[in-house]
């Protein structure tokens, strides 16, 4: 059992790591607070109980670069000292960036931060392993703060007109590649450079390149299809069912549930589920009174859950948080909810009847890669 911890575990990539690493019984994760960079006590006894500390902490923005260079450096001296103080060696993963080589004190603060603690690592059995890390996106980048991507989603999303300053080319990862990556780093020094005794570098190349009026482009696509039309786009490009999921994450909470359009003829009644651009598998169900089916989550699908006949709940809970979003809806008024990735859900029969359900999800059940872990919301 390897134990981990993550220095700004409740930071963008810190979260997404943290929840990807719970998934394994073959991890122990010890939790951080960001307070314990205060206290010395509380950061020696959990630098004093990890094997790895990924130490993402990191100050990005700010209106004086000063003080971004200054508590950028103030946190790796901490973390130096805790290490020293307890006797204790761990393994760690030093999030850097590719502004390491340019003329400003962030990027200097890394290149400083990443040869102190090289500095540490060769006197000892510690470890390092610097990881250059490219611009990345992905579902609760915080707007106006993570990336571009988060920015613009937001902004299109809740009827703003985002800005297009310098229409640049921009390197992108995606940050379920990214976790992949530092968890590989984690276990093995395969890919890695060795730039002394007991440090390594990982320089992690991009996985996407686009223009920024390109990414609008997309996102403003998504808007006027999947939100306005309800039609999903074509999701074989990875790299746009990607910025799809990420842009999902960003629709308001009120934007559902959705009413169908009902078509009514002496024949009966006609609707249309889901128009969609792209492969996957729709299935229904009937639910009996009382009974709740569910409680799980997916990190890579996306799924609309259709109730057209009966009274139905169906609960949201984003992994992590202790917030329930609760949706009613009844068949009377055909209507979806869509599952963000991320987030653990179900359906419960709320009526006296027999509930029926219709499901549509982008790809077909693989028992070998389910992506379907369970989780009571």
């Known amino acids: 059992m390897k134990t981990i911890g993550i220095t700004g575990q409740n930071g963008f990539?810190?979260?997404?790591?943290?929840?990807?690493?719970?998934?394994?019984?073959?991890?122990?994760?010890?939790?951080?607070?960001?307070?314990?960079?205060?206290?010395?006590?509380?950061?020696?006894?959990?630098?004093?109980q990890c094997d790895t500390i990924v130490h993402l902490s990191a100050m990005n923005r700010h209106d004086d670069q000063q003080v971004i260079y200054d508590t950028n450096i103030e946190l790796v001296e901490k973390l130096i000292a805790a290490c020293v103080n307890t006797d204790h060696e761990p393994h760690i993963l030093f999030s850097s960036s590719t502004q390491e080589s340019k003329d400003n004190l962030y990027g200097k603060?890394?290149?400083?931060?990443?040869?102190?603690?090289?500095?540490?690592?060769?006197?000892?059995?510690?470890?390092?392993?610097?990881?250059?890390?490219?611009?990345?996106?992905?579902p609760f980048g915080k707007p106006n703060y993570n990336s571009v991507v988060a920015t613009f989603c937001y902004k299109v999303t809740h009827g703003e007109q985002p800005q297009i300053i310098?229409?640049?080319?921009?390197?992108?990862?995606?940050?379920?590649?990214?976790?992949?990556?530092?968890?590989?780093?984690?276990?093995?020094?395969?890919?890695?450079?060795?730039?002394?005794?007991?440090?390594?570098?990982?320089?992690?190349?991009?996985?996407?390149?686009?223009?920024?009026?390109?990414?609008?482009?997309?996102?403003?696509?998504?808007?006027?299809?999947?939100?306005?039309?309800?039609?999903?786009?074509?999701?074989?490009?990875?790299?746009?069912?990607?910025?799809?999921?990420?842009f999902r994450c960003y629709v308001p909470i009120d934007h559902y549930p959705v009413k169908y359009t009902k078509h009514t003829d002496p024949r009966g009644s006609f609707v249309e589920i889901a128009k969609t651009n792209t492969s996957g598998q729709f299935s229904f169900s009937t639910t009996v009174p009382g009974i709740t089916r569910g409680n799980h989550f997916h990190t890579r699908k996306a799924e609309r859950f259709a109730v057209i006949s009966g009274k139905a709940l169906i609960q949201l809970r984003k992994i992590g948080t202790d917030e329930v979003i609760d949706y009613y809806l009844d068949g009377t008024e055909?209507?979806?909810?869509?599952?963000?990735?991320?987030?653990?859900?179900?359906?419960?029969?709320?009526?006296?009847?027999?509930?029926?359900?219709?499901?549509?999800?982008n790809e077909p059940y693989d028992p070998e890669d389910a992506d379907t872990y369970f989780e009571n919301v």
Not at 111 to 138: D, Y
Not at 185 to 190: F, L, P, R, T
């Open 13 to 48: 990539v810190g979260n997404h790591l943290f929840t990807t690493l719970s998934l394994s019984d073959k991890i122990k994760l010890i939790p951080f607070q960001r307070s314990y960079f205060e206290n010395t006590k509380d950061l020696e006894n959990f630098v004093s």
């Open 109 to 138: 603060s890394k290149k400083e931060g990443k040869n102190r603690l090289m500095e540490w690592a060769n006197k000892g059995q510690g470890k390092l392993t610097s990881l250059t890390i490219p611009n990345v996106f992905g």
């Open 166 to 246: 310098n229409d640049g080319e921009v390197s992108l990862i995606y940050v379920n590649e990214l976790v992949q990556i530092i968890i590989d780093g984690i276990h093995s020094d395969e890919k890695k450079k060795k730039i002394g005794a007991n440090s390594y570098e990982l320089n992690i190349e991009p996985t996407s390149k686009k223009k920024v009026s390109e990414l609008l482009s997309l996102i403003t696509g998504f808007k006027n299809n999947y939100m306005e039309k309800g039609i999903f786009p074509n999701l074989e490009d990875e790299f746009e069912k990607a910025l799809f999921n990420t």
């Open 334 to 361: 055909p209507a979806y909810v869509d599952m963000p990735i991320w987030y653990t859900h179900n359906i419960k029969n709320i009526g006296d009847e027999e509930l029926i359900t219709l499901f549509w999800i």
